[in-house]
């Protein structure tokens, strides 16, 4: 049988086929067989374009023929495949002998195409745009859950491909064309690419090195879909760094597979980057220690003063963040008490005005206080918008920025503690990008380092304040006698028989020879 | 009449011998003739100070004692080493700095009615205008009986919790046997303290007059008592103390220095 008249029987089963699903109200089945028999008739006009030009055709046009053959075709043989296997999986059986037997007549078909042409070489660029009309796939998916972008510019593709992706439980994005699908690629959340190489505007190969020349999307599997067989466009493709092929007509079985390798190299190397990236960034904080928060604790060490110690434990840890504001506040008798205040904007710096100090320290609300919290949990408290939805009080905060026309988000409230206990919090406002200076909320990386800092200010602020006590003791000269054991240490001398004689003795020496 | 000064403390370590040293040549430097007695028997010492070697000690306080020689044999001329320009004398008595001697001593005691009457004739004997004996720390039989016989007791302590109660049974005690001067000098004084409000705190405490607060020093401490140091070291703060703290003690005017 030629391919035409197989193309004339697959026709005529479609039409049978059709007329039975509507009788029985299958709409589904009566969309899917529209689609089938625009296919069909695609590659009969095909075939009949073809049998028009097969005397004194050149190479360059039959090989162009046979790749506009593979696309209904392919397409017929996806449908067949999808059909089959949505019947089978709802258990309806009725459809199932006539799909199969137009499935066995299309691979016949296939196989007539594929035998088209044999030898003919590799497509030329032009071969390639001429064709850029049409593409054709069909199969399955794998396990876990993954969006994958179709990008290919035949409707009828995109749909197969998204049927069949979905079944296996995948998320699926649609692009027409290579602009849309490199914009959609752009807003992220995509883990795979399918991506058809001869499309009008911008083809496979350009979304391709446009992927490639992206930092943030290289690290992207991309799949080509191809109908181009031929051996330099699979490689063109592979050097330009896409991970893998398909050639169309989709064999399922291959494109899921190829999909699901693609996928778990995909997290392997996710894997790989995440601890690259914790390790660079442990090695960063390590650095940071060791060069830049060590030193400053030492010299932190240094500072006598203990005002000065207060306005530079603050200040150097506003510098790591690029904290706007902060206050350091110290715990006396139980109590926070506001030590000190640093407002960028407003040139504040020192110990705040008594009223200030009163206003930020408003500890009654129905919230905690989040410098309270600090204190009283040991923990690290990150509130990064204050106005947003946050389970502690900031009124005062806010009544702050109200009356200075300020405007806090971020708040970072970092226990000082010492031997499990206390000394004060240190708290900051606003933190800062260091590339752009955009305002931002204290990283975790911020808060690890700064909680390194304040270990060692609350060192270096215990060692102050132990300093300052001695001297405060020191200065006093406190002398305590317990008068009462005096008393008895005394009587266990003087009411001896020795010393009663002495004493005795002792007056009559006082009072000379004479006496 | 020699006037017996006695320098006592509660505990070791107030830096008694060498108060009692700088205090013999300072009043030895105005012409006075000064006995040093060292009753420290149990732990003999300041006759290094005066660079006494023990090779030359013959005779110690231990056998005068023990009734082995009389307490003028006992007595040794150190005013030559303590440098060109003494015009009065310094006698030390020393302690014998054999072992075997001291622990005779500590073993079967001594009367120390011996004591006294070697006290007396010493004073006599020697025409002493001043007989200062340097004790031993706390107080048993014969530092009672040091502390009877003076006319003027100097209490040594150090601005530490260990010296206060101790030196406030002492107080007590000097008061009971009525010594005519009772005199506190703070000693080893570390240099946070402000001296003015030590001296204010002592004199309240004890309600006992403070004769001087003398800091500590690191130059006294190289000597390591190689030599009386405001005789090696007459223009150093601390010999002025020192100077200022015999005035005290003798009861006559301080020049300025």
New interface residues.
């Given amino acids: 049988m030629t391919a035409t008249e197989l193309t004339a029987k697959i026709a005529d089963a479609l039409r049978a086929l059709q007329a039975a699903a509507q009788a029985q109200a299958a709409e589904s089945l009566d969309t899917d067989l529209v689609k089938m028999s625009t296919a069909c008739n695609e590659l009969a006009q095909l075939l009949e374009h073809l049998s028009e030009r097969a005397t004194g055709a050149d190479a360059t046009a039959l090989r162009s023929l046979r790749h506009d053959l593979r696309t209904p075709v392919g397409q017929l043989l996806g449908y067949c495949e999808l059909l089959r296997e949505e019947f089978e999986d709802e258990g309806d059986e009725r459809w199932l002998p006539a799909l199969s037997d137009i499935h066995d007549d299309v691979a016949q078909l296939r196989k007539a195409v594929d035998a088209l042409g044999a030898g003919l070489g590799a497509p030329t660029a032009s071969a390639r745009a001429l064709s850029a009309k049409n593409r054709g796939s069909g199969s399955e998916n794998p396990p876990h859950t993954a969006t994958i972008l179709v990008i290919d510019d035949n409707a009828a593709n995109r749909d197969l491909l998204d049927r069949l992706l979905r079944r296996d439980g995948r998320r699926v994005c649609q692009a027409e064309d290579g602009v849309h699908g490199l914009e959609r690629a752009r807003v992220g959340d995509i883990d795979l690419v399918l991506l058809d190489i001869v499309m009008p505007g911008l083809d496979g190969y350009g979304v391709l090195d446009e992927l490639m020349g992206d930092d943030r999307l290289q690290h992207l599997p991309v799949i080509m879909l191809t109908s181009l067989d031929e051996r330099d466009s699979i490689t063109r493709c592979i050097e330009a760094g896409a991970w893998d092929h398909v050639p169309k007509p989709f064999d399922p079985v291959i494109l899921r597979s190829r999909i699901n390798s693609a996928l778990e190299r995909k997290l392997a190397r996710d894997k790989e980057r995440k601890y690259l990236t914790q390790i660079v960034a442990e090695k960063k904080r390590a650095d940071e220690l060791l060069h830049s928060v060590i030193p400053i604790g030492v010299a932190l060490s240094g500072e006598r003063n203990q005002a000065k110690l207060l306005s530079r434990i603050l200040q150097e840890a506003r510098r790591f963040c690029g904290a706007e504001a902060g206050a350091l506040y110290l715990c006396v008798g139980g109590n926070l008490q506001l030590q000190q205040l640093q407002v960028e904007q407003l040139g504040i710096s020192g110990a705040p005005d008594p009223d200030v100090a009163a206003s930020l320290m408003n500890f009654d609300g129905a919230r905690p206080h989040p410098a309270v919290a600090a204190a009283r949990q040991q923990v690290a408290i990150n509130i990064p918008d204050i106005r947003g939805d946050t389970a502690y009080d900031v009124t005062h905060l806010t009544a702050f920025d109200d009356q200075h026309r300020l405007r806090t988000t971020s708040v970072l409230s970092l226990p000082l503690l010492r031997e499990g206990a206390a000394l004060g919090v240190l708290e900051l406002w606003n933190a800062r990008r260091a590339d752009d200076d955009a305002l931002t909320g204290f990283s975790y990386d911020s808060v690890e380092i700064l909680f390194s800092l304040s270990a060692l200010a609350s060192a270096a602020l215990d060692a102050s304040q132990r300093e300052s006590d001695l001297?405060q003791q020191?200065?006093?000269?406190e002398?305590?006698?317990?008068a009462g054991?005096?008393a008895r240490?005394?009587s266990e001398?003087?009411e001896t028989d020795?010393?009663k004689q002495?004493?005795i003795?002792?007056?009559q020496?006082?009072k000379g020879p004479e006496s | 009449m020699t006037e017996i000064i006695s320098i006592h403390s509660f505990r070791g370590g107030t830096g008694k011998s060498n108060t009692t040293a700088n205090l013999a040549a300072f009043m030895a430097t105005l012409g006075k003739r000064v006995g040093v007695m060292d009753t420290d028997i149990q732990s003999p010492g300041i006759h290094v100070l005066f660079n006494l070697d023990p090779s030359e000690i013959q005779y110690s306080l231990n056998d005068y004692l023990w009734e082995r020689c009389a307490i003028s044999q006992a007595a040794y001329d150190v005013t030559h080493r303590l440098g060109p320009r003494v015009a009065g004398k310094v006698f030390l008595i020393p302690s014998s700095l054999q072992t075997g001697e001291i622990t005779r001593i500590l073993r079967d005691g001594y009367d120390v009615s011996i004591l006294?009457d070697g006290i007396n004739a010493l004073t006599r004997e020697l025409q002493l205008d001043y007989l200062l004996i340097d004790t031993h720390p706390g107080?048993n039989?014969e530092t009672?009986?040091s502390i009877?016989?003076s006319?003027t007791l100097l209490i040594i302590l150090r601005?530490d919790?260990q010296d206060?109660?101790g030196t406030?049974?002492t107080v007590?005690?000097a008061r009971?046997?009525?010594v005519?001067r009772l005199l506190l000098v703070v000693n080893k004084t570390?240099p946070?303290?402000?001296p003015q409000?030590?001296e204010r705190?002592?004199r309240e405490?004890y309600d006992c007059e403070v004769a001087a607060v003398i800091p500590h020093s690191d130059d006294l401490m190289m000597l390591a008592s190689a030599g009386v140091f405001s005789m090696r070291q007459p223009h150093h703060p601390l010999s002025a103390m020192y100077r200022a703290l015999g005035h005290r003690v003798l009861g006559t005017e301080s020049p300025p220095e």
């Avoid at chain 1, 020191?474 to 000269?477: A, D, F």
């Fill in positions: 001297r020191i200065r006093r000269l002398i305590r006698i317990d054991k005096r240490q005394v001398i003087t020795y010393f002495l004493r003795k002792a007056r020496l006082r | 006294n107080l039989e009672l009986l009877a016989l006319q601005p919790h206060y109660q406030g049974v007590e005690i009971s046997l009525e005519p570390p946070q303290f402000d409000e030590v705190t002592v405490t």
